[in-house]
């Protein structure tokens, strides 16, 4: 179920966003995000890009604000603004749309930028034909039944 954030709420986590951005370790692409996830019993957890020399090792302010949360011993998320500097402000990656789809199928996001533009959207919107648990799942219990097949 899609979550409406009142005006307050998001800019609340705007300005949470915002400044989690200014904290993001970026010095290579010099593009800093950051974000501001909030949970299910209302608490925000924020994260901002970390890069690093090694690029595969970066990792973006959405996972950082998922795996942080998680730590937490949150797994219930229901909104998130990302804050960047593009014009428009800009959309997850996909590997962090993957990362947040496996906590909050519906979640609801607002992407804003340093000069206030906001874009209002979902993850179902933004990351349709999402890859599930239950789609893993279901390929983990065909694998079995074909090794099983073939061991008779």
């Not at 951005?21 to 593009?31: G, L, Q, V, W």
């Not at 593009?86 to 990362?99: A, D, K, L, N, T």
């Amino acid at each position: 179920m899609r979550i409406r954030l009142p005006k307050k709420d998001e800019d609340a986590l705007v300005a949470i966003a915002l400044r989690a951005r200014e904290r993001a370790y970026a010095p290579y692409s010099r593009f800093l995000v950051g974000a501001a996830l909030r949970c299910g019993d209302g608490s925000v957890i924020e994260g901002c890009n970390v890069e690093n020399a090694s690029y595969g090792l970066c990792v973006c302010a959405e996972r950082n604000a998922v795996g942080s949360a998680v730590a937490a011993g949150r797994r219930d998320f229901d909104a998130i603004v990302i804050a960047t500097s593009s014009e428009p402000p800009s959309p997850p990656c996909g590997m962090c749309r993957q990362v947040l789809a496996e906590h909050a199928a519906d979640l609801a996001i607002v992407l804003v930028n340093t000069k206030g533009d906001r874009v209002r959207t979902t993850l179902k919107k933004l990351f349709p034909g999402t890859f599930t648990s239950a789609q893993l799942r279901s390929g983990q219990r065909a694998a079995l039944r074909t090794a099983s097949a073939g061991r008779r």
